[in-house]
């Protein structure tokens, strides 16, 4: 099983619509956990952390489920400027480094 | 702030030569990585450094070399480029407090 795992999607949306990404993880030790977005041919760039209680910014909301062992990414009232690739991380299995899912691409519709 | 500086942006190798690719952080952060990104592969891990004088493999070293003389420069060196390296570079670096990485923006590497 790969370290950490997403839906590559892409996930096609209408403006307006709220859509919800998960990913899950291999680490049962990993304490940290974060939200990248990368826009295309550019780098990555963190969105937020996600922690035990949660996590929201706006409309963004991240969220951990440490029984299923995935973390999730809510992202209301989507705006056109939302079309990128999500990228999720946690720690590898030794602790030291992260590591990050393959990315969900999100193309928001007009 | 410059953040995490890299270069070049592009750069294009014939199969054999060597060259490195450079990456400057000005946040004083411990911690430095270097990645490479292909088409459905994602992020996966080149090599790492804790801190300066202190290096370590990732998850795909081979055919790269890595130094930390400093805590600023984290350099990655292609020894004798081949089509495979073919990818986009990324290194990023975090403070040891366990935040989120930030990255440069890039070198895009193609090997003919």
Redesign the interface.
Same mark, same amino acid.
């Given at each position: 099983r790969k370290e950490v795992e997403q839906d590559?999607g892409p996930f096609n949306v209408p403006e307006g619509a709220t859509v919800a990404f998960n990913c899950t993880y291999s680490n049962s030790a990993s304490?940290?956990f974060?939200w990248?977005r990368q826009d295309c041919r !550019?780098?990555? !760039? %963190?969105l937020m952390?996600v922690y035990s209680s949660g996590n929201e910014d706006g409309r963004f909301t991240a969220q951990l489920n440490r029984a299923s062992q995935y973390i999730s990414l809510l992202i209301r009232d989507s705006k056109l400027s939302d079309s990128a690739t999500y %990228?999720c991380?946690g720690r590898?299995n030794y602790g030291?480094?992260?590591?990050? &899912?393959? &990315?969900t691409r999100l193309s928001v519709l007009p | 702030n410059a953040g995490v500086t890299q270069t070049p942006k592009f750069q294009v190798l014939k199969t054999g030569q060597s060259m490195t690719l450079q990456c400057a952080q000005d946040m004083n952060h411990e911690y430095m990585s270097w990645y490479r990104q292909d088409p459905g592969m994602g992020l996966r891990l080149i090599h790492y450094s804790v801190g300066a004088g202190i290096t370590d493999q990732g998850e795909v070293p081979n055919g790269y070399n890595v130094s930390r003389s400093t805590t600023e420069d984290f350099p990655l060196r292609l020894l004798s480029a081949a089509p495979s390296q073919t990818s986009v570079y990324f290194c990023a670096s975090s403070s040891t407090g366990g935040s989120g990485y930030t990255f440069g923006s890039g070198t895009r590497l193609t090997v003919v």
């Open positions: 590559p304490q940290s974060f990248y !550019k780098e990555p !760039k %963190l952390s %990228l991380a590898d030291q480094n992260f590591v990050f &899912g393959p &990315g | -």
